[in-house]
């Protein structure tokens, strides 16, 4: 039976020494921020390239920590994407700011440069991309549109763990490295996930670092001081053990996953779909295609027993919490991706089997 994430098969030889040190805990006792929270810390900074990592409870409080350790005017205005997951507009509202929205490119799932280019003005505080299904966003060009400009960037990286940053002509370095904050879930059903909410924050900026140390903490670095109003935002010791193990395989999964939308991308032949453009190095959190009779192909794909997804069947300004805040506002590339978009398995471990039969059944439709 294809699984269109099977997290038992990816992780299995992981069990044993993930139990065996969770053993360890048990008699240690340091369930919240435990040595191995410091350790994970350190090493996916590590792996990104950043100075300093500070993990928290999820993906969500990722974001809202960074944009509230930037000390903003209440409703300074932060630009994110028309199309992305609801945590990037909420932690904007939590956060007390304001959020605009930008289109995205055409059969891009990254914003468009040319609306965001529009949108920008005297209130825009932050930019805030979204390296979407692991594509990456075009850092290098919003970098040249804000240089002159008192304008923060910080990227949603919840979808691309491990991703590069392809904007770069020469030395590519890797998405968590290269803003002034990155945020990341991993939430289990990401390219690195924990088994339960957790979340990480990279930064070079040493200040950024040591404030959102604190206010992750309850606004506090030391026991009983609380400098800050923070959130109760940590990371626990159990999921640190999880993620350390899973760290060490993430660039081999990455690389699995790469192939398959390769192959995906070659051998899926079919008028009726049409492919999305992805970053040289998107690390495929999703493969997403657009069909325009969707519900046609699902009960096809459901008559064979080959899973998908939707990411996502709502743009923000669509989500009923926020239609009456963009009223009259339409994001024609965000609104096509949002109707027509269908997510394909992506499984790492998918056998070449399986692969030939989703194929086959996507060019028979």
Avoid: W
């Avoid at 030391?222 to 060490?248: C, M, P, W, Y």
């Avoid at 690389?255 to 779909?273: D, G, H």
């Avoid at 239609?323 to 590339?333: E, R, S, T």
């Amino acid at each position: 039976m294809i699984k269109f994430l099977d997290l038992i098969k990816q992780d299995k030889k992981l069990h044993k020494p993930i139990l065996k040190k969770i053993n360890k805990l048990f008699k240690k006792g340091d369930f919240i921020m435990g040595k191995e929270v410091e350790i994970f810390e350190k090493n996916f900074s590590k792996f990104c390239g950043s100075k300093y990592s500070v993990s928290c409870a999820n993906g969500t409080d990722a974001l809202t920590l960074a944009l509230k350790s930037l000390d903003l005017p209440i409703n300074s205005e932060v630009i994110i994407p028309a199309m992305t997951y609801c945590s990037t507009a909420f932690s904007v509202i939590e956060a007390n700011l304001k959020p605009i929205l930008v289109d995205t490119a055409p059969l891009k799932p990254t914003m468009c440069l040319k609306d965001l280019k529009k949108k920008i003005n005297n209130r825009t505080r932050v930019i805030l991309p979204v390296h979407l299904y692991g594509s990456v966003a075009d850092l290098s060009e919003i970098k040249k549109m804000i240089k002159k400009k008192k304008i923060y960037l910080i990227d949603d990286c919840s979808q691309a763990h491990g991703a590069y940053d392809d904007s770069k002509k020469v030395i590519k370095d890797k998405i968590g490295s290269t803003t002034d904050i990155s945020c990341f879930s991993l939430y289990p059903g990401k390219n690195l996930g924990a088994y339960g909410d957790a979340g990480i924050i990279t930064t070079n900026n040493q200040n950024f670092f040591k404030k959102i140390e604190k206010l992750r903490n309850l606004g506090s670095k030391q026991k009983f001081k609380h400098d800050l109003v923070g959130l109760n935002s940590r990371l626990d010791t159990i999921q640190a053990i999880i993620l350390n193990e899973k760290l060490k395989n993430l660039s081999f999964y990455n690389s699995k996953r790469q192939k398959i939308a390769n192959y995906y991308n070659l051998k899926i032949n079919n008028s009726k779909i049409s492919k999305i453009k992805y970053s040289k190095s998107c690390v495929f959190h999703q493969y997403i295609i657009l069909v325009k009779d969707r519900k046609k192909l699902i009960q096809l794909l459901n008559k064979k027993k080959i899973p998908y997804g939707f990411h996502y069947p709502y743009a923000i300004h669509q989500l009923n919490v926020f239609k009456k805040k963009f009223k009259n506002k339409h994001y024609k590339n965000a609104e096509k991706l949002a109707k027509y978009s269908l997510s394909l398995p992506i499984d790492p471990n998918l056998t070449k089997k399986e692969l030939n039969y989703i194929v086959k059944t996507l060019n028979d439709y």
